[in-house]
């Protein structure tokens, strides 16, 4: 793949809460950005396991977005705390085997914020493309 | 594993999804996965038609699960689940991927849109095939109702359960049910007095033998989810005893301590203790904490001593009450958006500079001028009256960019008011547009303008300020001639924003529900769900939900009213059985899941863990945390993620 045609692919994982709905937003109100990333909604952010995230990078996605509720607003009473505290962790480990720091990223994005949303991915994109595939961890299959 | 036979509906929405998704292209790409037995891709799936092709389907190609790739699941994956259900497989083998507000409406290129959508839609796929067979879980519902808020949109959907025979508790954080409409004069477009409105209504909320009426009481605390809340109340002193208060007055009369009257808008000034109006209800006197000189017969006491009924009592102290409720109505309203804001007009320091609200009690027959129209600095007649509209409003670039809707209105009827109150007065209106939409309103205005010969300017005031002899100089333009404007008037009244109250910011925190951009509390859909919040069990009303006059207030109040009654008719709910689920073949036991739970659902039993089916959210934090994938949420296994993950990235 040369750089001219390297499109990050790029999994979000989107609480059903809030982020996914602000997800749902950004298309209501028709807030366009780029369609790199493909939306998994989970129940909560802090349902998002580390496997998850090892799992899409082996699978061979560029960049892994997990968004939650604010801080303070989970569904779940305290679901993205948990998220926050795993995730950090993951991003610790991440740099730890060598993987850039911006391959994954954490973002609470409310029901109310689907320009926010359209933003985060614009941003992630951005970051992502100069960065090139991500090859480090994706399994080398026949 | 049994072989799995998945149906694919892809729809196009009319052209919503078709515009930019190969709709086609879709339905057959799906078809050539190994778990597909059928696809389709139709104009309108949600349509009768639509509905009935994916009934048929299921039952002609003996289906077991079914992906429908349409708009968001808040929309309708309950009516394809039913479907699922109608033909007789279980709702929870349906799945929706949603190409809509997720693609087909955020992108522009169709190959990209059509890629992604097909991710979506084949990552749906191999989410359900992964899906079980599962049956609501029956829980009984505690049949009570809480309304948050004592205004007239609380006071309505209070009522309208009560009366249908529904025990209610209705929580007030001021010492007296009423709200803001106790505040007004008359109201538009009839002129009828607020009070006479209102009033009785509040007595029957006092009276009704349904009603648990907990005013100057907050709510700090909500647990449970939708049938079963535990709400927990501070109830704040009130240093009297409402049985007990004979209302004589005495103690206000003795009370050294004067503050600004909130009621009054700091129009006029009462005591620390104080009845907010003669109507309150409860019909008691409150001892206002923070301005008494300190609860203290050594310090003052003056009140207790006066008090011949012995009703004051300074040993009463905070009360947390727990109460259980299927419903949750909230009823929050609005604040005006502060005129400190609008600096342009004086930042609120400007003399005879007054809110909508003040203006409303210099009206009132029961406000500071006993309904004489006077200025607060003089108290002479003022004679040359500007009403400015739109001020915090519809300015996106400095205040807020929404209509809040009735100030066209109630400007209109205070430029009548003050006629009727001053004919030989003046009163000029600066507006941007009339909006006038509602029965009678039209000719509401026309009838300011014509009969009571308002002066309508249409054009804004850039600025204010007073004059040395005293008058407050407006300067502003009119843009139908072109001309700039200036005129001294004696008094100005700012038709403020309405903002979501304070009240209201601090519900949607504690009860976990969501708020839209500018603050008012979000319904689960604009058109189809306007009273529903999205947690489910937890309704709107009122102003809290978004700007609105008294008439829909009470509609919605009463539409809230019917959703509760409508959710509590029968003696069990169920509950969605996407719960946590434990494979004991894996637990070790070591209590990580039960950690971290939010709900205290899990704990163990002979070494194992065990959920509580009713308790069991279905979040997933418990899947996240065990290290050796023996717990999960139903439909929501790691082995189904993975997949779906695979899905996303084309594999």
């Not at chain 1, 109100?29 to 780029?34: L, V």
């Not at chain 2, 930019?20 to 339905?27: I, M, N, Q």
């Amino acid at each position: 793949m040369s750089e001219q045609t390297y499109e990050p692919k790029i999994v979000a994982f989107l609480c059903k809460w809030c982020s996914s709905a602000g997800s749902d937003l950004a298309g209501v109100s028709r807030i366009q950005y780029p369609a790199n990333a493909t939306p998994i909604q989970v129940p909560c952010s802090g349902s998002v396991s580390p496997m998850y995230i090892l799992s899409a990078l082996k699978k061979g996605a560029d960049g892994v977005l997990v968004s939650g509720c604010h801080i303070g607003d989970c569904h779940y009473l305290e679901g993205n705390y948990l998220a926050r505290r795993k995730l950090h962790l993951v991003k610790e480990l991440l740099q730890f085997v060598g993987i850039e720091e911006n391959r994954f990223r954490m973002s609470w994005v409310s029901a109310a914020e689907g320009a926010k949303f359209a933003e985060v991915v614009k941003e992630f994109v951005d970051d992502l493309r100069p960065m090139g595939p991500q090859e480090k961890l994706k399994a080398k299959r026949a | 594993m049994s072989e799995k036979r998945t149906g694919v509906f892809v729809c196009h929405c009319g052209n919503n999804i078709a515009a930019t998704v190969d709709v086609k292209k879709v339905a057959e790409t799906m078809a050539q996965e190994g778990t597909v037995a059928f696809s389709k891709d139709y104009v309108y799936m949600c349509s009768d038609p639509g509905q009935s092709s994916v009934i048929e389907a299921i039952k002609e190609h003996r289906l077991d699960s079914v992906v429908v790739s349409c708009c968001s699941p808040n929309l309708h994956e309950g009516t394809f689940r039913e479907n699922a259900e109608r033909a007789g497989i279980s709702g929870f083998t349906c799945e929706i991927a949603n190409i809509r507000e997720q693609c087909a409406w955020v992108h522009k290129d169709r190959t990209e849109a059509t890629e992604k959508a097909i991710k979506i839609s084949r990552s749906a796929i191999r989410r359900v095939a992964g899906n079980k067979k599962l049956d609501p879980i029956a829980v009984p519902v505690t049949r009570r109702a809480m309304v948050i808020g004592g205004g007239i949109a609380g006071i309505q959907a209070a009522l309208d359960m009560a009366n249908a025979g529904l025990d209610v508790v209705l929580v007030e954080k001021l010492a007296t049910i009423g709200g803001h409409i106790l505040q007004l004069s008359e109201t538009f477009p009839t002129l009828d007095c607020s009070q006479c409105i209102l009033s009785p209504k509040m007595v029957e909320v006092s009276r009704h033998p349904k009603i648990k009426l907990l005013t100057y009481s907050e709510v700090k605390e909500v647990s449970g989810s939708v049938g079963n809340f535990e709400v927990k109340i501070l109830k704040k002193p009130t240093f009297v005893d409402a049985e007990t208060c004979k209302l004589c007055d005495d103690c206000a009369q003795v009370c050294p301590q004067v503050v600004s009257n909130e009621h009054d808008l700091g129009l006029t000034a009462r005591r620390a203790i104080h009845i907010p109006f003669a109507q309150a209800i409860p019909a008691s006197y409150t001892l206002d904490e923070e301005a008494c000189l300190g609860l203290n017969p050594i310090r003052c006491g003056k009140c207790k001593d006066v008090c011949e009924a012995g009703a004051i009592n300074y040993d009463m102290r905070p009360e947390t009450i727990t109460e259980n409720v299927g419903a949750i109505v909230v009823a929050t309203g609005f604040d005006l958006y502060p005129q400190e804001k609008i600096l342009e007009y004086g930042a609120g320091n400007v003399a005879d500079v007054l809110d909508g609200l003040q203006f409303e009690r210099l009206c009132s027959a029961s406000g500071p001028t006993q309904g004489h129209v006077k200025r607060p600095s003089d108290r002479t007649e003022p004679k040359e009256v500007v009403f400015i509209q739109c001020v915090g409003s519809r300015d996106p670039a400095q205040h807020c960019a929404y209509c809040s809707k009735i100030c066209c209105m109630y400007t209109a009827k205070h430029a009548r008011l003050y006629k009727h109150h001053v004919p030989d007065g003046k009163a000029y209106v600066f507006y941007i547009d009339i909006r006038s939409g509602g029965k009678n309103y039209e000719e509401f205005v026309q009838r300011a303008m014509e009969e009571d010969e308002t002066v309508y300017l249409r054009g804004r005031v850039s600025k204010l300020h007073r004059t040395k002899d005293g008058k407050v100089r407006v300067m502003g333009v009119d843009t139908l001639t072109g001309q700039n404007v200036e005129i001294d008037a004696d008094m100005v009244v700012l038709a403020l924003a309405m903002q979501p109250s304070q009240g209201t910011a601090d519900a949607a925190r504690t009860l976990k529900i969501g708020r839209d951009k500018d603050g008012f509390l979000a319904e689960a859909h604009p058109k189809l769900k306007p009273v529903e919040s999205v947690t489910g069990g937890i309704y709107l009303a009122g102003c809290a939900q978004g700007p609105k006059d008294i008439p829909e207030t009470v509609s919605q109040a009463s539409a809230a009213a019917s959703k509760v009654l409508a959710l509590l008719s029968k003696p069990t709910l169920s509950h969605a059985p996407t719960i946590a689920t434990v494979r004991n073949s894996h637990c070790t036991g070591c209590e990580m899941c039960v950690t971290a739970c939010p709900y205290d659902a899990i704990h163990l039993e002979n070494g194992k863990a065990v959920v509580n089916e009713v308790l069991c959210e279905g979040c997933g934090s418990c899947s996240a945390t065990c290290l050796r994938a023996a717990i999960s949420v139903r439909n929501t296994s790691p082995m189904q993620v993975h997949e779906m993950i695979e899905a996303c990235l084309s594999l």
